[in-house]
């Protein structure tokens, strides 16, 4: 069975600063990540997403995450926060066997303060 | 684009009513997903189905049921509504089976059982 663990239910930051959520996951297969973002009274939209090759994968809205296998985590980064980038984010995984659901973190919400 | 469309926006039920809730995508994807939303729990998966006729549980299947006759639409069943049954529900799709491409969200239907 795969699992995601957010930890943080809640980051707060000042605008300009860096941005970093956290997230690790168990899976006994090679998982394939996703981080999305939820703004309020919306559905859920693709961050960014790794399944082979590069483990640096790069986002929209500046948002970027490594993949680091040996600590099981996939942490979303952005170097300097903006207003807009207050929502809630949430880390999913799943895998590249047929038949296996796409499982959530229970999510961090983000304040931007200015 | 993708387009994940679900029935409702807002409904409103009586303890004990049979509940459907529809789901349409109009981009042939192969898996379907409901899950729920609720603060502080995250998404958490009811039912996915990676083929027509095909469904498997997810975390928190008790209460709800599925069907899936046709490819684009994926239906959510409450047999008999409770008031613990209120919340968000969400679908989503995404293209091959075992998740190498990403999930698109419907806009979510908010049920409130009364």
């Known amino acids: 069975a795969q699992s995601v663990t957010q930890l943080g239910s809640h980051v707060s930051v000042s605008e300009g600063a860096l941005v970093l959520l956290r997230c690790n996951y168990s899976s006994s297969v090679p998982p394939y990540l996703f981080w999305y973002v939820q703004y309020p009274n919306q559905g859920l939209q693709l961050l960014l997403k790794?399944?082979?090759?590069?483990?640096l994968v790069k986002g929209i809205n500046g948002f970027e995450a490594e993949f680091k296998k040996s600590e099981t985590s996939f942490h979303l980064t952005k170097p300097s926060a903006h207003m807009s980038d207050a929502a809630e984010y949430f880390c999913a995984v799943t895998s590249y066997q047929a038949g296996t659901a796409l499982i959530f973190g229970k999510g961090t919400t983000l304040s931007v303060s200015s | 684009d993708v387009k994940v469309t679900q029935s409702s926006r807002y409904l409103v039920k009586r303890t004990g009513e049979k509940v459907f809730l529809e789901c349409v995508q109009d981009?042939?994807?192969?898996?379907m997903f409901w899950y729920r939303q609720d603060p502080g729990l995250g998404l958490r998966l009811i039912y996915f189905?990676?083929?027509?006729?095909?469904?498997e549980k997810g975390d928190i299947p008790e209460g709800y049921s599925v069907s899936r006759e046709k490819k684009e639409r994926f239906s959510l069943i409450l047999e008999s509504a409770s008031t613990n049954q209120t919340s968000m529900y969400l679908c989503?799709?995404?293209?091959?089976?075992?998740?190498?491409?990403?999930?698109?969200f419907g806009q979510g239907t908010r049920l409130t059982v009364v």
């Open positions: 790794y399944t082979t090759g590069a483990t």
């Open positions: 981009m042939d994807h192969e898996n």
């Open positions: 989503a799709s995404s293209l091959k089976a075992g998740g190498t491409t990403e999930a698109f």
């Open positions: 189905s990676y083929d027509v006729k095909m469904k």
